[in-house]
């Protein structure tokens, strides 16, 4: 089976274990999780012009429209009314799910090609940016892991394009669901000239850095000032501890990346590196706001950011180390609330996707 199997490049830690670990024991305490208030409703500005080219043309698909969500509870009308970004709205999540669009093309390869051509360290031996690992031999650790991040991310995308497929469209209803031959496109490793394997395997390397920022953040979020804050101190109180165990369980994991081997040489050239790091997240970033599909904006900037708050906790190990007992001491590091809700969306739409591919080795043994 080209789904990928063993052992995995940079870590000690297989695929398999992960695949047990994530189904088993993470991605249900998550997903219940994902559904609380706090975690569901996420703000952005999805009205900011591309900076980088003018013809950036909108999705005319009515499946590429966000449906937005007005201040009604408590909790919302508090934000709105404290929140300083006037351009940005609030959106359910759950309203508007991870899912094919229809929106392809040019426009989404110019994303992808700016992506990978002007902003991730791409291995000069790559050419075409839908192939995005052929060779990244000869780069550092660093440049290669920031590379297997994006590339991991992209697999993570096309993974729920295909498992949430428009399969049927018509007057009364819209059917939803697998579609094996999308996936065996992006993936197989025939079709893909050997690149679709790598593909997932960047994708559980993105998993391993994401679970890894999870088990470091827990000295924050588990401080009693911090309140995952909704206008509903019971369910709050209730969420706050389903989030703690999910936190203890992603600690639990026994083979986690070792983040020490990053940016781990001299100090000077580290400390250039990270700038590189969050200048080129930072270009990255923005390159969503030239996403055509509103709904691909929406979640292409909530996975950018959630990635991007990752790796802020992995350079921020000594800050997080060094919090002070008190609750009322100044915290030297701190995740706004849309830092957290970012971060913990992120790694849901991971950790589905990881879900997701037992459900297609499920169905592709079928096809055989």
Known sequence: CYIVTGSLDDCACDVETIDAFNNER??????????????RFYKVNLNKPCPFWTDSGLCGQNNCAVIPC??????LTLAYLYEESPDSQYVDLL??????????????????????????????????????????????????????????????????????????DNWFQKKWGHNVSEFQQRF??????????????????????????????LPLLQRPSFQLYTGQSTQDRQHKRVLLELLQVA??????????????????????????FRLTFRNISRIMDCV?????????KLQTQGLGTALKILFSERQIEAL?????????????????VSLLNAFGRISTSIRELENFRSLLSKVR
């Open 251 to 276: 600690k639990s994991f026994p083979l986690h990346f070792d983040e020490t081997s990053l940016f781990a040489g001299n100090k000077e050239e580290a400390a250039n590196l990270k700038e590189d």
């Open 70 to 75: 007005p201040p009604v509870s408590i909790f």
């Open 95 to 168: 309203l508007n799910p991870e899912r094919f669009t229809g929106y392809k093309g040019h426009e989404a390869w110019q994303i992808w090609n700016s992506i990978y051509e002007e902003n991730c360290f791409k291995p000069y031996t790559v050419k075409r940016p839908l192939n995005p690992m052929a060779s990244y031999s000869g780069q550092c650790v660093e440049k290669r892991a920031f590379f297997r991040l994006v590339s991991g991310l992209h697999s993570s995308i096309n993974i729920h394009l295909s498992a949430r497929y428009l399969l049927d």
């Open 188 to 217: 197989d490793a025939q079709l893909t000239n050997g690149e679709g394997p790598k593909r997932l395997r960047n994708l559980y390397f993105l998993y391993l850095i994401e679970l890894r920022a999870l088990a470091k953040v």
């Open 324 to 340: 002070p007992k008190s609750s009322s001491a100044r915290l030297t590091f701190q995740l706004s609330r849309q830092e957290i």
């Open 26 to 39: 993470l991605f249900p305490k998550l997903q219940k999780l994902l559904e609380s208030d706090y975690f």
């Open 292 to 300: 055509g599909c509103f709904k691909c904006r929406l979640w292409g």
